[in-house]
């Protein structure tokens, strides 16, 4: 049961965001140490995308066999059981030997993950409906910030003390974060203790079918997602080809999108106020706009306009994503770690889709080819949203 007299306070806010923006970045890690881990490990090249996509499908199986648990299993063990399996996953892979090793212990890193989106859902458990999209927002922004902040963080650690060090920092900041939350997570046992694993898992089906809002939410993030992993999957090849940064710059350049999460507030509290949908009309638009304006900045050269191009699409996406799962967080207070695998799996499946083909795309049409697709599926996503919107669909 929830501890009724429990209040989430500004701190333990500040302690949730900090811990989902740790434990997510350990996903992106990867990312910016595929060269020294690959060639360490003397990884063919067609093989060293494996690196990160066995990191991402263990996360995607967490967010599917975990996050449900939380329906049914006394959420703060939980959280804890995976940041320890999550410590105990990052020391092992800054200790691998071999490729095999490292990789298993890739899968772990993405599996153990997932508490983050345990946590998010907890909170909302503690605070009034009406402050909900706030509590969201500000701990979202500590998970975004965590996410556009692993790579430069990655590579500075890297460039220094070697790939190792990075792992073995994250294990570090993990365990002491682990502890802080042994000190101050509050207990909530949900009443659907005695539901079957298997029916849980089956039950995602039928939440999928029974919330049409949960449906529509998977398809409007859905398709922004896409396009945020494929304007991320090809812009450093962009940067590297066009206007000849190194590492270190495209490092740089991925800071800009770390603007992004000071939208998550704000998004919040639209929410709560009951802009739901101005928010999500304004986020589609901004999103198309600014791909399809990084066209025109890439054509004339202008790397800064680029970079604010990045800023406002990351913003978009970010605010769409608050505003989404706080429709979603809504619908069903017992069933909120399903509604939220329901969500992220699809979500994290599409983001999966953009950063496939972001390359493709940019390898065969260049960055024209980025910019008229991503265009063209923010133009049919806010199509979708308007018919959706009409009157007689509500």
Same mark, same amino acid.
Request: proline share 4%; net charge positive; aromatic share 10%.
């Given at each position: ?266 998004? $919040? !509290? @639209?929410?709560? %106020?009951?802009? /739901? ?5 304004? #986020? ?5 706009? +600014? =791909? ?44 909120? $770690? !399903? @509604?939220?695998? %329901?969500?992220? /799996? ?5 983001? #999966? ?5 972001? +390359? =493709? ?34």
């Amino acid at each position: 049961m929830t501890n009724n007299s429990f209040h989430l306070s500004t701190a333990l806010t500040c302690v949730f965001a900090a811990v989902c923006g740790l434990t997510v970045a350990n996903i992106y890690y990867a990312q910016a140490l595929i060269g020294p881990i690959t060639h360490e490990f003397v990884i063919a090249p067609r093989w060293a995308g494996s690196v990160v996509t066995l990191t991402q499908l263990g996360y995607g199986a967490g967010l599917f066999l975990i996050v449900p648990l939380s329906d049914r299993s006394e959420n703060r063990r939980l959280i804890l059981l995976t940041v320890a399996g999550l410590v105990l996953s990052l020391v092992g892979a800054a200790l691998s030997q071999s490729a095999a090793i490292f990789m298993l212990c890739s899968v772990a890193i993405g599996l153990c993950s997932v508490g983050s989106q345990i946590l998010l859902p907890l909170a909302t458990h503690f605070v009034a409906p009406a402050l909900r999209g706030r509590v969201i927002g500000n701990i979202m922004g500590g998970l975004i910030t965590g996410i556009m902040l692993s790579r430069p963080l990655a590579n500075a650690i890297a460039a220094t003390f070697g790939w190792r060090a990075v792992f073995w920092v994250s294990a570090a900041m993990m365990t002491l974060l682990g502890g802080i939350l042994w000190r101050m997570l509050p207990g909530y046992t949900p009443q659907q203790r005695l539901l079957p694993y298997r029916t849980l898992l089956w039950s995602i089906g039928h939440l999928l079918i029974e919330y049409a809002p949960l449906r529509r939410r998977i398809i409007y993030h859905g398709i922004l997602f896409a396009v945020f992993n494929m304007f991320w999957t090809a812009v450093p090849l962009l940067l590297h080809e066009r206007f000849e940064l190194g590492q270190s710059g495209i490092a740089l350049f991925s800071l800009a999108g770390a603007g992004g999460a000071l939208a998550a507030p704000l998004a $919040g !509290r @639209l929410a709560d %106020a009951g802009y /739901t949908q101005m928010a999500t009309w304004s #986020a589609i638009s901004v999103i198309g706009l +600014a =791909a399809f304006g990084s066209e025109w900045a890439v054509r004339g050269g202008h790397l800064i306009l680029l970079a604010v191009m990045a800023l406002c699409l990351d913003a978009g996406v970010q605010t769409n994503h608050i505003v989404s799962q706080r429709v979603v967080f809504g619908l069903n207070d017992a069933a909120r $770690g !399903r @509604l939220n695998a %329901a969500y992220m /799996t699809a979500v994290f499946f599409c983001g #999966a889709m953009g950063s496939s083909s972001g +390359a =493709a795309l940019f390898s065969i049409w260049g960055w024209p080819g980025f910019a008229i697709v991503a265009a063209l599926l923010c133009l049919m996503d806010l199509v979708m949203f308007a018919v959706e919107s009409l009157p007689s669909r509500k």
